[in-house]
């Protein structure tokens, strides 16, 4: 199995504030690599796919970045509904065998 | 709008079956440009794909689970079901439907998840 590696586990940051959250695969997977927004309660929000193509609707001050093993999810000047559990995932293999990385959780300090 | 709904029973016991369906609203279900799929969170724990299945009924499942999982889909309903089989506490867990877009033209197609249910708490205890 491809292991995903999610770091940091969790982050402190403001509102206003830049973070940026890495994900490194135990292999290459090219950009098949997507990221997701987790809220308790909620549905599950896709941010970006293929590493880098944002979701339609989800505002541009997210962004992704990457190939083969290492990933990044940025967000810049953060907002207050930003403050959510982050997860990215992939989608390399065939048959599928998809794999999600530990979660970052994101807080308000 | 597309919705996803899952719905099923919050308590189960060990060793019994667990059934929950997804009802899909406002779209349809046989659409040929979607898989739809299953994955879990267990409290306070990451997520894990559970298996995706086709209109047609073509299925893919998490080899960790495959013995256990059914995945099944009635199109009439525009639902597609999971079965999961002799289940234990380490299967309480909120249970997600989603619909996976992919681009094609590339190979293999980019799959992800795309739409995703609110989910559903299934907690396994006797």
Known sequence: DIQMTQSPSSLSASVGDSVTITCRASQSITTYLNWYQLKPGKAPKLLIYAASILQSGVPSRFSGSGFGTDFTLTISSLQPDDFATYYCQQSYVVPPMYTFGQGTKLDIK | ?126
């Open chain 2, 1 to 126: 709008q597309l919705q996803l709904q899952e719905s099923g029973p919050g308590l189960v016991k060990p060793s019994e079956t667990l059934s929950l369906a997804c009802t899909v609203s406002g779209g349809s279900l046989s659409n040929v440009s979607h898989y739809w799929g299953w994955i879990r969170q267990p409290p306070g724990k990451g997520l894990e794909w559970i298996g995706n299945i086709y209109y047609s009924g073509t299925t893919h499942y998490n080899p960790s689970l495959k013995s256990r999982v059914t995945l099944s889909v009635d199109t009439s309903k525009n639902q597609f079901s999971l079965k999961l089989s002799s289940l234990t506490a380490a299967d309480t867990a909120v249970y997600h439907c989603a619909r996976l877009d992919a681009i094609f033209g590339v190979v293999p197609s980019h799959w992800y998840f795309a739409l995703w249910g609110r989910g559903t708490l299934v907690t396994v205890s006797s």
